[in-house]
């Protein structure tokens, strides 16, 4: 498989700054072995090498990854499906918290198209991205709007979206400056950016190490604290306005690395196990450090 090595860490642009932080095994698809290495510059922890965008598709290629094949095998998909339900209604009540007349909105990796479709039926005038054929098939088939294949062909400056989403997105994105760049121009001046990310400053991430699921080598390019966030989005023109934890994430991230850490099984035992992970990487958090974080962007 061809591998691209970064020279340069992405978020403060140091050069030879990188020294390997730890090493991950692809537990979805490949069983390959992946370094994350640390800029020693500013701290920002990567995937790298990597596969480039024309080799990284095959790793994508598993009935486990719920995102883009919406699976209901296994209990774990399972819980996560049901938990779904839940977690859409804080996603629509967060977007309407900033627009509450609605507006324009474009959901930037669109998956299977729950989020997409929630919005719409909300009363959004919705726009996806969706790379993944068969994700973006099913998308479609649940909305009304328009969803594309790729962000940089079919946008352009006359485009203003008073709301933009990434739901687990950035984390996944090769080309993160010019996305970056493009998302800047095409937002409203008032608009409200939406960037949900993994926290690996996060207890579970602290506890699990390696075996800790939301690495997700080598899917996951970059590997986010919040202070990489605030850096990174400064350079557009952004700053934080608000910060959310996602608190079901951090059970689910936790049985998947239980599962990861016991070769793949998963019973009771390490269910029970991986709930009181998750709940202490919860009540550990301080309203801020959950396992995964939703940050609200706007233009300063």
């Known amino acids: 498989m061809e591998l691209e090595y970064l020279d340069k860490c992405p978020v403060c642009k140091e050069s030879h700054t990188k020294k390997t932080f730890i090493v991950c095994n692809d ?9 994350l290495d640390e ?9 790298n090498p990597r596969p480039n965008a024309k080799t990284i598709g095959p790793y994508y290629n598993a009935e486990s990854y719920i995102s ?11 819980i996560y499906k049901n938990v779904r339900n839940i977690t859409l209604k804080g996603k629509i009540d967060l977007i309407n918290k900033y627009k ?5 909105l474009l959901d930037i990796g669109t998956g299977t198209g729950y989020f997409i479709s929630a919005a719409e039926n909300n009363g959004w005038k919705v726009t996806g991205v969706e ?31 008073d709301t933009i989403t990434m739901w687990h997105v950035l984390e996944h994105v090769h080309l993160l400056e010019e996305s970056l760049e493009k998302i800047n121009q095409i937002i409203s001046p008032t608009g409200t950016l939406i960037v949900a990310v993994p926290n690996c400053e996060s207890y579970d991430a602290a506890y699990y190490k390696e075996y800790w699921a939301a690495y997700d080598v ?19 023109g ?3 306005v608000e910060t959310k934890g996602m608190i079901f994430d951090s059970y689910y991230v936790s049985m998947l690395s239980e599962k990861y850490k016991n070769n793949g099984n998963s019973n009771l035992l390490t269910l029970f196990k991986a709930f009181m992970v998750g709940l202490k990487s919860n009540l550990n958090a301080n309203g801020n450090n959950h396992s995964s974080l939703i940050y609200v962007l706007k233009k300063k």
Do not use: M, W
């Not at 080598?218 to 557009?236: C, Q, V």
């Open 27 to 35: 537990f979805t698809v490949s069983n390959e072995k992946f370094n």
């Open 39 to 47: 800029c020693k510059s500013c701290g920002f922890v990567f995937t």
């Open 68 to 78: 883009h094949t919406d699976s209901n095998k296994g209990l774990i998909n399972k």
């Open 100 to 104: 509450s007349n609605k507006g324009r």
């Open 131 to 161: 790379p993944d054929d068969s994700a973006r098939k099913q998308a479609k088939s649940k909305i009304n709007g328009i969803i594309n294949q790729d962000l940089f062909c079919c946008f352009d400056e006359s485009d203003s979206f």
């Open 218 to 236: 080598p899917r996951h390019l970059y590997h986010f604290k919040k202070a990489d966030i605030n850096t990174l989005f400064a350079r557009y």
């Open 238 to 240: 952004f700053e934080v």
